[in-house]
């Protein structure tokens, strides 16, 4: 098992930068799969990016360019580092640790006014 926290999220200026933290319960240094989803008010929960244990990352086309996966095994924490905000961005957004099944984080809400 593996208890997430996040953290960092916020109400932000079009343009402007976020940075999100997800604080696990245990060593991620053998989590498979690590990632940040987001969800809209109305639509349904999508992928913004995955880190994988060896260093792999995987991005929505929506925000390549912008958003940044990053992982510090010392830590425990994985980070989603935001740029160039737009209001479409606003969402809650969870963090998910890929363990043989999934666990998810109570959500951060982000949001970005135009």
């Known amino acids: 098992q593996v208890q997430l926290v996040e953290s960092g999220g916020g109400l932000v200026q079009a343009g402007g930068s976020l940075r999100l933290s997800c604080a696990a319960s245990?060593?991620?240094?053998?989590?498979?799969?690590m990632g940040w989803y987001r969800q809209a008010p109305g639509k349904q929960r999508e992928l913004v990016a995955a880190?994988?244990?060896?260093?792999?990352?995987n991005y929505a086309d929506s925000v390549k360019g912008r958003f940044t996966i990053s992982r510090d095994n010392a830590k425990n924490t994985v980070y989603l580092q935001m740029n160039s905000l737009k209001p479409e961005d606003t969402a809650v957004y969870y963090c998910?640790?890929?363990?043989?099944?999934?666990?998810w984080g109570q959500g951060t809400p982000v949001t970005v006014s135009s």
């Open positions: 245990r060593s991620i240094f053998t989590i498979v799969s």
């Open positions: 880190i994988t244990s060896l260093g792999s990352t």
């Open positions: 998910n640790a890929y363990v043989g099944t999934n666990y």
